[in-house]
């Protein structure tokens, strides 16, 4: 059974960086997707960041420039580095990934930003 377990998130100034890291256990075949979500209060869950089949990393446009994100194959670990942070990244983040055995999502990690 796969468990992702992500942590990093807190309370920080605007203009400040957090990196959020996603460390994945069980046994993990064929990624079709993986990639770090964020749900702010009363709106939608949106894909904020996600690494190819391919290796190509892809972002929502409002953090292009601010957020990277990598993984470390040796330590089965994604990361979300996020810089520049603003107010409007306030959320709980989440990461998930896609195997051909299902699709797995972390519990969710707190990133507030104030002014």
């Known amino acids: 059974q796969v468990q992702l377990v992500e942590s990093g998130g807190g309370l920080v100034q605007a203009g400040g960086s957090l990196r959020l890291s996603c460390a994945a256990s069980?046994?993990?075949?064929?990624?079709?997707?993986m990639g770090w979500y964020r749900q702010a209060p009363g709106k939608q869950r949106e894909l904020v960041a996600h690494?190819?089949?391919?290796?190509?990393?892809n972002y929502v446009d409002s953090v292009k420039g601010r957020f990277t994100i990598s993984r470390d194959n040796a330590k089965n670990t994604m990361y979300l580095q996020m810089q520049s942070l603003k107010p409007g990244d306030t959320a709980v983040y989440y990461c998930r990934l896609l195997t051909i055995t299902g699709n797995y999502w972390g519990q969710g990690t707190q990133v507030t930003v104030s002014l």
């Open positions: 690494i190819t089949n391919g290796g190509s990393l």
């Open positions: 069980g046994g993990i075949f064929s990624i079709d997707h």
